[in-house]
């Protein structure tokens, strides 16, 4: 593994912090209405999101998650300013406004969405590896999905394909404990999602996501393990989102105390409390740190301020109209 040096940890801070600041803007803003429809943060989880960042080859691998996926196409290498304007609907968005909070995508980078359809990106993820095998790129690809979309069914037919055929991908579980309102001990005979792998003689086990080292480790070895041909991994990413599953969610089915005790071992103050201990950096280069995330995010928040909407043609332009369309009327 690519050793963790005083500058990871750096830049692990800064972007953490960003990716956080960034989210918590998204929330001030869904209030008032320049966001609009659904919204789901990551706040809580970003640890896994620096973890892998570390150790995947970003010229060739690939990444796919579900609709919490505001901030993994900008480590991925997306303007951040492009990925807020496309939450507010614009035209400089990255699919110019008509993908919103759930669709942000860049081919460019590496990143296949954002995904509305629980689960929907499981085996589109094992499809991305089939190609890249197929295609001998030598490319991994990362594929995340939340604890409730480990219960859809496509994911054991997936399961079985990949490794059938040896895919080169990983499966990433980020469990959060509570799907969209209910928890994980209530979905299944057992807790441990990552036992799933056993089924099917997977590599698997859990992970400690609060961590970006303990991401890096485990995330290592299963992108070694697919790049050398040995097919997939599953890991179970043991996370907490410290907001709702989205704006609109009450939380009612857990207590603040039980936020506040995950929050003592929040990934970004880990990060930070490294920093200092190790002589990395002072409180007052942690200020200056501090000050130019604020002022990254306030340059996105402008940028999708000004920014126009999409003309109206626009949405008209992805659709197509065929005269002789079967089993309807034509020309309704």
């Not at 603040?256 to 490294?274: C, F, H, M, R, S």
């Not at 402008?302 to 909407?309: I, L, V």
Request: net charge negative; charged share 25%.
């Amino acid at each position: 593994m690519k050793k963790i040096t005083k500058e990871t940890y750096l830049n692990w801070y800064e972007e953490m912090l960003f990716w956080r600041k960034f989210e918590d803007k998204l929330a001030q803003v869904y209030i008032q209405q320049k966001v609009r429809g659904f919204l789901h943060l990551y706040n809580g989880q970003e640890a896994i999101l620096a973890g892998s960042l570390h150790v995947m080859d970003l010229s060739k691998d690939k990444m796919i998650t579900a609709y919490r996926n505001h901030v993994q196409p900008i480590g991925m290498g997306v303007d951040p300013k492009r990925v807020m304007a496309e939450l507010f609907g614009k035209a400089t968005g990255t699919s110019q406004g008509l993908g919103g909070s759930m669709h942000i995508f860049s081919k460019e980078k590496g990143f296949y969405g954002g995904h509305g359809i629980v689960g929907g990106q499981i085996p589109l993820g094992a499809g991305m590896a089939f190609g890249d095998k197929y295609h001998k790129r030598d490319a991994v690809t990362l594929c995340f999905f939340g604890d409730g979309a480990a219960r859809q069914g496509s994911l054991h037919e997936t399961f079985n394909m990949a490794m059938l055929w040896k895919l080169p991908v990983v499966f990433c579980v980020e469990n959060n404990g509570y799907a969209m309102g209910t928890s994980v001990a209530r979905t299944a005979n057992h807790e441990d999602i990552w036992k799933l792998g056993l089924g099917y003689e997977m590599p698997c086990g859990p992970v400690d996501a609060m961590s970006p080292v303990a991401v890096a480790e485990a995330m290592d070895e299963a992108i070694d393990r697919a790049r050398r041909g040995d097919g997939p991994t599953f890991l179970e990413l043991k996370t907490y989102r410290y907001r709702g599953h989205s704006m609109s969610d009450a939380q009612h089915y857990r207590t603040k105390d039980e936020v506040a005790e995950y929050q003592k071992i929040d990934p970004i103050t880990q990060v930070k409390d490294i920093l200092l201990k190790e002589g990395y950096a002072t409180e007052d280069d942690i200020k200056v740190m501090d000050k130019r995330v604020k002022e990254r995010v306030a340059e996105c928040e402008k940028f999708a301020d000004e920014s126009p909407f999409p003309e109206k043609n626009v949405m008209y332009d992805v659709v197509y109209d065929q005269d002789d369309y079967p089993f309807l009327p034509h020309k309704l």
